[in-house]
């Protein structure tokens, strides 16, 4: 007996103990009824609003919800009713029975039948936000994997680029370095104050409720001279759910979730654990004509977990998470000086935000706290390093009159451990203004200027946007503006030892100019969208690490960065339920000494991804296709990597399980086994098999038949073209 | 197995020998040359580039490959040896630990490893090329992680062993007769700190039985970086020490040590008074050190006589190389010279490509050509 049947039989009981009457008339053996147990066809959930309606030669019957999907109708026992039950996006069906005296239990299957409506169309200005600025949700996620790098690689303009699976990985947006992109996790950077660089590595994307990117640079006191990419906590679903998944080279994952709301505040929490061998077959190219071999020292184990609270009466938010993982630092291919070399790092996080909605004119605050502790360890040579990292933050948006907005930002930052000479401290404060003006005819303007300042150095960014509507469906924006980047604490106090040596004197780079022009065509109906820009972005006094002639590496403002390109994104609608989305990116982006200039390594001068998806009834299905074109792999010498394409498939499937709704998820990375590198000699793994079981509410996005989304959008088409803001507090939403 | 693949290279190298590498690279057919007689290695860039002398102009060569060899990808030596068309070169154990062999006319390469006791952690030192008497080429190769020395062969997977116990790190192999001598630079690389433990030593081994025939220690000789052989006696370049925090400043303690091959014992130790960068032995008879005085950007070249064991150009009187506008060139890491005594050197740029620079004797500039990033080496054949 299914758990929700139990449960009705022991209320039944219960009631029928209790209450005498209702007793007597279910036994008045004049009378006759029915339960109709009415649920999902393709799920057996309980349906809700369901109509039920009953009539016989004696008259209209009196049909009456017990509980969601349980039905009640009583009638002259021998009647024959014609029952008919539907229900909002169910096809309906209809029957006859003769009631009996001693009551009888039916279940009505209903089948899932999507209703068609007219297009809503809402109109809605385009952010004027800095740069251009794209968000993913989590409904999108669902049938993306888990690797955030994946992700953000779908979008225009971002790549990503790591050391093999379970290795770091970076971001790098319209041909920068990564270390000019400004990653946040729920308000508090997650790039390393030591490298400057984010490990995406360390937050899977089914941790994430919303993903938003910003191209272009930054707001006040947050770097990022090439873009942005906020990482929120996901929010749990109500009740208790989970997800366990298996796959290829040792493959596991877990993860559980629970959300609760008592007395109005919202409580809900999310851990995990993901863990892999990565012991997958390789060629080794350095040594050619050898058999494959398998790929050593690459396995990790992550975990995390977060919780949540929002209280209703205050507007107060509070968040904490953790994450960490240790795993191997495996090196190039062909050399086992890194076997035994591991990597531990682990990062706490508490939040606390205050505020509603400063659209209103009310101030939002937030503050929040943040450690992270890497370990380096190698017992080949006995060598054992750490570093810990505190980061204190604290933000303030509010509205001063229309159309003008305030943010301002203060952050402060602590290193310590055996790779730093002294305990490094930066501190950073930044405010910026900003002004929208509607000026009629379709034109907008959006000024704003960002003022930073630090121990290191004082900057004033600019930036100006310009937005023409020129119809309902098309409309053209040109930016311009200014940014700069901060030198890293490792370009300043990394512990002079062995090959390295750090540069006191160095000065923050400078994006002298970031500008963008471009057009987006959303014609009514929703059929198809286009978007269409060209970008450039000039970095004075690059900061670049160089060997001197006794191969001592330090580093130091030189020369010229130059980024231009051309990205466009297009989504097509062909049928009900099913998506295409094509991104394409065309860049050059050099850097330039005197007058020598050089690709910037890892920046291919062209990349893209195609998907196409289907969501509805029956089996979700995606098939994504990545390109990369050649990349330079230093900017040193001639050397190339070669492009490659690679086709990944994933299927979801709802059923029920134990009176549980479930999805199976199947996914094939790399279907067509190809042997790649997005790091030179650091192997990627061939075609490899993963598949994933949801239970509970984790699971309810796709068996509600989520509309497929657009991996691009941006985020005035979100709902939030009034958002002038670059960036977002803590614990937002 | 090995004949058949080997044959390949051995006529190339038996075929270039006898017709006349020994010609100054000024003797071209107006300049239809048919090789690069001028050889850079750039270590960052991972790239061989070529060059001929023709009226103190420099002009690049184009092989059939284009003007530039590429190295594999995991290349990060510092140094090569040429031999004919065949150049040997090596990859550290970070890259793999494996000889690299070029075929300079056609740009073949072919990699070669070690099967000693920890494989790819070999790590290599300088590769020296040697020649038989039945014409078979092979490289003698220090392990300095294993404290081997081996004989690399094209064509075999893994290198043959020659010798055992060389000490603490052996950075440079040279063959003397049926000898081999073993450079011990004598650095902590066990403990990962690459420190020097102290003066450099001597070991001489027979190249049969891998024996040790005799030791002995080159006084006030830190981080021997290169020698040289001429007739009978030893050119050892030891670059001296840097102070390590935070500038890595040359301490300005290098020497000239020449070590008798013969006597096996050290005849003369000459100061720098700056520190070694590179040895490079020139056509015109000398050795050309390229030595530093207050900052490793700011180089000047000493002349070494091998007949006189004494300086030309000592350090009271470098040859300072200029640039065409009169100015110091300070970031040579390699020089030598041509038969007629014109210089050249590679600057070791890595923002930009370096350069090579023609000069006449007296260091004044002549020409320059782009090579590189990182250029380590240069060869003269």
């Known amino acids: ?733 | 197995m090995r004949r058949s693949r080997w044959s390949v290279w051995t006529i190339a190298v038996a075929a270039v020998l006898s017709s006349g590498c020994n010609e100054s690279p000024t003797d071209g057919d107006g300049d239809n040359f048919v090789e690069g007689q001028i050889l850079v290695l750039n270590s960052l860039s991972k790239t061989i580039h070529q060059f001929n002398v023709s009226d103190n102009t420099l002009v690049p060569f184009q092989a059939s490959y284009g003007a530039t060899l590429n190295l594999p990808a995991n290349f990060d030596g510092v140094a090569m040896d040429i031999l004919g068309p065949l150049m040997v070169t090596t990859t550290s154990a970070l890259g793999g630990s494996q000889v690299i062999w070029a075929d300079l006319g056609t740009g073949e390469l072919i990699t070669t490893g070690f099967g000693g006791p920890t494989g790819s952690l070999a790590d290599p030192g300088r590769a020296t090329l040697i020649l038989d008497p039945s014409g078979v080429v092979g490289a003698l190769v220090p392990a300095r992680a294993e404290n081997r020395i081996y004989i690399s062969v094209p064509g075999e997977p893994n290198a043959f062993l020659v010798a055992t116990n060389t000490g603490e790190y052996v950075e440079r192999v040279l063959p003397f007769g049926v000898f081999v001598y073993a450079l011990d630079a004598n650095l902590d690389d066990a403990g990962g700190t690459y420190a020097s433990l102290g003066d450099a030593v001597m070991e001489l081994f027979e190249f049969g039985d891998g024996s040790l025939a005799d030791s002995f220690t080159l006084p006030d000789s830190r981080n021997i970086t290169d020698a040289l052989f001429s007739q009978e006696e030893i050119m050892v370049l030891a670059g001296g020490t840097f102070v390590s925090d935070p500038e890595f400043a040359p301490a300005g303690d290098g020497n000239l040590v020449v070590v008798s091959a013969t006597a096996r014992a050290v005849r003369r130790t000459l100061a720098l008074g700056g520190n070694g960068l590179s040895i490079e032995g020139g056509k015109n008879g000398l050795g050309h050190i390229v030595r530093t005085q207050g900052s490793f950007d700011q180089t000047d070249i000493l002349t070494f006589n091998f007949f006189t064991e004494n300086f030309e150009r000592g350090p009271g009187n470098p040859i300072q190389p200029k640039d065409a506008d009169g100015s110091d060139i300070g970031n040579c890491r390699a020089a030598s010279a041509l038969i007629d005594g014109r210089l050249l050197c590679v600057t070791f740029e890595a923002a930009t490509q370096g350069r090579l620079v023609l000069m006449d004797a007296d260091g004044n500039f002549l020409d320059d050509a782009p090579v590189g990033a990182g250029a380590t080496d240069i060869y003269i054949r």
């Open chain 1, 1 to 733: 007996m299914r758990p929700r049947r139990l449960l009705t039989v022991v209320l039944t009981t219960g009631a029928a103990l209790s209450l005498a009457g209702p007793v007597a008339a279910v036994q008045d053996p004049a009378r006759g009824s029915i339960e109709l147990e009415v649920v999902d066809d393709r799920t057996g959930a309980p349906v809700g609003a369901v109509r039920v309606t009953g009539s016989s030669a004696a008259g209209p019957a009196e049909p009456r919800e017990l509980e969601k999907g349980l039905w009640l109708i009583r009638g002259p026992a021998g009647a024959r009713l014609d029952i008919s039950v539907g229900a909002f996006g169910y096809r309906s069906d209809a029957f006859s029975i003769t009631l009996a005296a001693e009551g009888r239990r039916r279940e009505v299957r209903l089948a899932p039948d999507p209703l068609s409506l007219p297009a809503v169309r809402a109109t809605a200005r385009r952010s004027p936000s800095i740069g251009t600025r794209l968000v993913v949700e989590r409904a999108e996620l669902s049938l993306a994997g888990d690797d955030l790098g994946d992700v953000l690689r779908a979008l225009p303009g971002v790549d990503v680029r790591g050391r093999g699976p379970g290795g770091p990985s970076a971001a790098s947006i319209r041909g920068s370095r990564p270390e000019a992109v400004e990653v946040t996790l729920d308000g508090i950077p997650l790039t390393d104050p030591l490298s400057g660089i984010a490990d995406l590595s360390m937050v899977p994307g089914s941790s994430l409720e919303r993903i938003v990117t910003t191209q272009g640079p930054g707001a006040a006191g947050w770097g990022g001279g090439a873009g942005s990419i906020r990482l929120e906590s996901r929010q749990a679903s109500q009740g208790v759910g989970g997800r366990l998944g298996v796959g290829s080279f040792g493959r596991v994952m877990a993860e559980v979730e629970t959300g609760a709301s008592p007395g109005g505040t919202r409580i809900d929490a999310f851990g995990r654990f993901d863990a892999a061998r990565n012991d997958f077959p390789f060629r080794n190219r350095i040594r050619p004509g050898t058999p494959d071999e398998r790929r050593a020292n690459a396995d990790f184990a992550g975990w995390g977990a977060l919780a949540r609270v929002s209280t209703a009466k205050v507007p107060l938010r509070f968040l904490g998470r953790v994450d960490g993982i240790e795993r191997g630092a495996p090196g190039r291919m062909g050399t086992a000086v890194w076997d035994l070399a591991r990597w531990r790092e682990s990062r706490a996080s508490l939040g606390v935000a205050y505020g509603t909605d400063e659209r209103n004119g009310a101030p939002r605050l937030s503050i929040g706290w943040s450690r992270n502790r890497q370990t380096y360890t190698d017992e080949r040579v006995g060598r054992r390093e750490s570093v810990a990292g505190d980061q204190l933050v604290a933000t303030g948006r509010e509205l001063l009159t229309p159309g003008v907005g305030l943010e301002w930002r203060a952050g402060w930052s602590r290193l310590t451990g055996d790779v730093v000479g002294d305990e490094a401290r930066r501190i950073v404060a930044g405010v910026s203004l900003r002004k929208a003006l509607d000026a009629g005819d379709g034109w907008s303007f959006v000024g704003g200027v960002s003022l930073d300042g630090s121990d290191v150095g004082f900057a004033v960014s600019p930036s100006l946007t310009v937005r023409r509507q020129v119809s309902s469906s098309t409309s053209m924006w040109v930016r311009a503006g200014q940014g700069y980047r901060l030198p890293t604490l490792g370009d300043l106090y990394l512990r002079p030892g062995l090959g390295a040596s750090p540069n006191p004197d160095l000065a923050p780079e400078r994006v002298r100019l970031d500008a963008e022009l471009g057009v987006s065509m959303d014609p009514a109906g929703g059929e198809w969208r286009l978007e269409l820009a060209t970008f450039y972005r000039d970095t004075r006094d690059p900061i670049i690490w160089l060997p001197s002639v006794i191969s001592v590496w330090s580093p130091l403002n030189a020369g010229r960065l130059r980024a231009l390109g051309l990205q466009g994104a297009a989504a097509l609608v062909p049928a009900p339920g099913w998506t295409i989305r094509m991104v394409g990116t065309v860049q050059d982006s050099r850097l330039g000494f005197e007058d020598y200039t050089d690709p910037l390594p890892y920046q291919p001068a062209w990349s893209g991804s195609a998907s196409a998806e289907r969501r509805g009834p029956g089996p979700d299905v995606r098939a994504d296709v990545e390109i990369r074109g050649p990349r330079r792999t230093s900017i040193f010498g001639p050397h190339e990597l070669p492009p490659f394409a690679l086709l990944d498939i994933r299927v979801r499937q709802p059923f029920t399980a134990a009176g549980l709704g479930a999805v199976l998820e199947v996914g094939v990375s790399n279907v067509l086994d190809v042997a790649y590198e997005r790091v030179e000699l650091f192997p990627e793994p061939g075609r490899s098999l993963e598949v994933r079981l949801e239970l509970g509410p984790a699971a309810s996005p796709s068996l509600q038949g989520a509309a497929a989304d657009r991996s691009f959008r941006p985020e005035a088409a979100a709902g939030e073209a009034d958002r002038s803001s670059a960036t977002r507090l803590p614990m937002d939403p």
